[in-house]
């Protein structure tokens, strides 16, 4: 069965400091790989996608992801994090007529 | 576009009564997608539409919950009667494909039901 896996509930890093989430899926065939990012009150806003073709990928407000099939992960990164960047992150994985979410990471930024 | 809209934003409701939440969606968006939201389960599936038909509804958890979408532009989840249980964020979402564009996500409806 699909299933999608954020291993970590929650991250706190220093604001200015670099960001990694990572998102392990289990996928019988290609994904198409997502992360979704949700702000407090509010729904989930796309941050950035995977088809195919070039594995890092690159989404809104600076965040990247690369898709690394042989670890079948899809992690998300930012080189500097903002405190705007506070909110909980979703990887999702598209399965045949629905996206799979994983459990979520929420991010905590230190001034 | 003013994106997808959900209402109401919030809900308190008593135990038993019935509850509808509505969804427009992204106009020429032939996907829609109800979900909901807890701590404990994450975000799951309930039910989508294509092309205002139901395709999968697996996911709807019992038959106190229906789901319509009389035209294009409407639909609505029903709970009826409605439990402490329910109590959660259900977000609605549409796209134009199902899974290879991603989803354009309403501001959800919190309910509460006490």
């Known amino acids: 069965a699909q299933s999608v896996t954020q291993p970590d509930i929650h991250i706190t890093v220093s604001e200015g400091a670099s960001l990694e989430l990572r998102c392990n899926y289990s996928y019988g065939a290609t994904p198409y790989l997502f992360w979704y990012v949700q702000s407090p009150g509010q729904g989930l806003q796309l941050l950035l996608k995977?088809?195919?073709?070039?594995?890092l990928v690159q989404g809104i407000k600076g965040f990247e992801a690369e898709f690394k099939r042989s670890q079948s992960s899809f992690n998300l990164r930012k080189p500097s994090v903002h405190w705007s960047d506070a909110a909980e992150y979703f990887c999702a994985v598209g399965s045949q007529g629905n996206l799979i979410f994983g459990k979520g990471t929420k991010l905590s930024v230190k001034p | 576009d003013a994106g997808v809209i959900q209402s109401p934003r919030h809900e308190v409701t008593e135990m038993g009564q019935e509850v509808t939440l509505r969804c427009k969606p992204i106009s020429g968006h032939d996907y829609l997608f109800w979900y909901r939201q807890t701590m404990m389960r994450g975000l799951e599936l309930l039910i989508y539409?294509?092309?205002?038909?139901?395709?999968?509804d697996s996911g709807m958890p019992e038959d106190r919950f229906s789901a319509k979408m009389p035209n294009a532009s409407f639909s609505t989840l029903k709970i009826q009667p409605s439990e402490p249980r329910d109590s959660a964020v259900y977000f609605c979402?549409?796209?134009?494909?199902?899974?290879?564009?991603?989803?354009?996500f309403g501001s959800g409806t919190r309910l509460t039901v006490v």
């Open positions: 539409f294509n092309n205002n038909v139901p395709i999968d």
């Open positions: 995977y088809f195919s073709g070039d594995t």
């Open positions: 979402a549409s796209s134009f494909v199902p899974d290879g564009e991603g989803y354009t």
